[in-house]
Nanobody, 120 residues
């Protein structure tokens, strides 16, 4: 089995920064795309940023220029550096990883989420 676990959320004032981490573990053969999504209360889960194994990135318009996604393939870990945070960034942030296992099984794996709260 495989899993991903997020860390790094918390409470920060507007204009501040946070860095989220997400580590994948288990019988991993390879990981393709990794990404971050967020869900605010009463709203749908939306894409924040994704990154391919080769490092190509994609961002939601609302976070471009403020957030940076990166990954360490050797550690099966993806990061999200969030700067200039705004109250509207408040949400539960979820990690997603496209994982192939040693037995060639394919999983789109979600983490349990980490809360980010930005106070005004």
């Amino acid at each position: 089995q495989v899993q991903v676990v997020e860390s790094g959320g918390g409470l920060v004032q507007a204009g501040g920064s946070l860095r989220l981490s997400c580590a994948a573990s288990g019988s991993i053969r390879s990981i393709n795309d990794m990404g971050w999504y967020r869900q605010a209360p009463g709203k749908q889960r939306d894409l924040v940023a994704t990154i391919t194994r080769g490092g190509n990135t994609n961002y939601a318009d609302s976070v471009k220029g403020r957030f940076t996604i990166s990954r360490d393939n050797a550690k099966n870990t993806v990061y999200l550096q969030m700067n200039s945070l705004k109250p509207e960034d408040t949400a539960v942030y979820y990690c997603n990883a496209d994982i192939w296992t040693d037995l060639f099984r394919h999983y789109h794996t979600w983490g349990q989420g980490t809360q980010v709260t930005v106070s005004s």
